[in-house]
T-cell receptor, first 112, second 114 residues
Framework: NAGVTQTPKFQVLKTGQSMTLQCAQDMNHEYMSWYRQDPGMGLRLIHYSVGAGITDQGEVPNGYNVSRSTTEDFPLRLLSAAPSQTSVYFC???????????FGDGTRLSIL | QKEVEQDPGPLSVPEGAIVSLNCTYSNSAFQYFMWYRQYSRKGPELLMYTYSSGNKEDGRFTAQVDKSSKYISLFIRDSQPSDSATYLCARNNAGGTSYGKLTFGQGTILTVHP
């Protein structure tokens, strides 16, 4: 049972580059979300999706895009990377929005 | 005032000790509360969740919620070195915007030494 799978595990980018962080879950969960974790700031919600074709912004959405074309996948796109986006990114999923969420092991992203 | 406050520790205890981890929250409109455990370089792992006031037990772990005082606790009995991790409390966002948003405490770093 893979749960929530995130790729890549590590990535280094240069300022201005774009990239996509992948997230996939095999639990048929409707709800998926992206958080970033920074020292002293804790985990903050970037974007979320309550089902395929439906996404919405969290508390720190600027500089990020998401889409949800299938139930399983919820990629996070950095449009033009900035050093302030250096962080650890976690994807999470749950059966519905009001059920406890299960997290992947994260993508560690450094932007130079 | 932060919506969820958690003492960051660090907390160091000997093996076999009872550990008490605590959080307070400021908004009463929540559906449920969770405790996550996070090992270094890993994602948060769901330990326990509860919807109501009172105690919920799972093996060596007991989650306690007191909605009247807005207090959440996690007790670990017979603590083991493998319990050494960061513990995060969280509550959900009940309605309004950002459905399903979890608000986390800062995390408490726990070390259990042999």
């Amino acid at each position: 049972n893979a749960g929530v799978t995130q790729t890549p595990k590590f990535q280094v980018l240069k300022t201005g580059q774009s990239m996509t962080l992948q997230c996939a879950q095999d639990m048929n969960h409707e709800y998926m979300s992206w958080y970033r974790q920074d020292p002293g700031m804790g985990l903050r919600l970037i974007h979320y999706s309550v089902g395929a074709g439906i996404t919405d912004q969290g508390e720190v959405p600027n500089g990020y895009n998401v889409s949800r074309s299938t139930t399983e996948d919820f990629p996070l796109r950095l449009l033009s990377a900035a050093p302030s986006q250096t962080s650890v990114y976690f994807c999470a999923s749950s059966r519905t929005f009001n059920q406890p969420q299960h997290f992947g092991d994260g993508t560690r992203l450094s932007i130079l | 005032q932060k919506e969820v406050e958690q003492d960051p520790g660090p907390l160091s205890v000997p093996e076999g000790a009872i550990v008490s981890l605590n959080c307070t929250y400021s908004n009463s409109a929540f559906q449920y509360f969770m405790w996550y455990r996070q090992y270094s370089r890993k994602g948060p792992e769901l330990l326990m969740y509860t919807y109501s006031s009172g105690n919920k037990e799972d093996g060596r772990f007991t989650a306690q919620v007191d909605k009247s005082s807005k207090y959440i606790s996690l007790f670990i009995r017979d603590s083991q070195p493998s319990d050494s991790a960061t513990y995060l409390c969280a509550r959900n966002n009940a309605g309004g915007t950002s459905y399903g948003k979890l608000t986390f405490g800062q995390g408490t770093i726990l070390t259990v030494h042999p």
